[in-house]
């Protein structure tokens, strides 16, 4: 069994920075592709941010330029540093992680339970 733990979120007013952070713990073998979701309320969960094991990421387009994803291998943790947020950014912020659990098995897909975000103007 695979935990996600996610921190870091909170009110900030509009200009602002937050720092999320992705704690993974449990049995870990190796984890592949991670992500940042949002879902805002009544809204769609969409791809906020992504990064591969080899540290290849990808963005939305309204974060580009204002958000950073990063991960550290050797804490099975990943981060999402957010700056010049604005209140269209409130929402929750999710973790997702492809998880191997022992060689040769598939990986399994995990979410964690999610990070409210409130941007104020």
């Known amino acids: 069994q695979v935990q996600l733990m996610e921190s870091g979120g909170g009110l900030v007013q509009a200009g602002g920075s937050l720092r999320l952070s992705c704690a993974a713990s449990?049995?870990?073998?190796?984890?592949?592709?991670m992500g940042w979701y949002r879902q805002a309320p009544g809204g769609q969960r969409e791809l906020v941010a992504s990064?591969?094991?080899?540290?290849?990421?990808k963005y939305s387009d309204s974060v580009k330029g204002r958000f950073t994803i990063s991960r550290d291998n050797a804490k099975n943790t990943m981060y999402l540093q957010m700056n010049s947020l604005k209140p269209g950014d409130t929402a929750v912020y999710y973790c997702?992680?492809?998880?191997?659990?022992?060689?040769?098995?598939?990986?399994?897909?995990?979410w964690g339970q999610g990070t409210q975000v409130t941007v104020s103007s």
């Open positions: 997702n992680a492809e998880i191997l659990h022992s060689l040769g098995i598939r990986y399994q897909v995990y």
């Open positions: 449990g049995n870990i073998f190796s984890i592949s592709d």
């Open positions: 990064i591969s094991e080899d540290d290849d990421t």
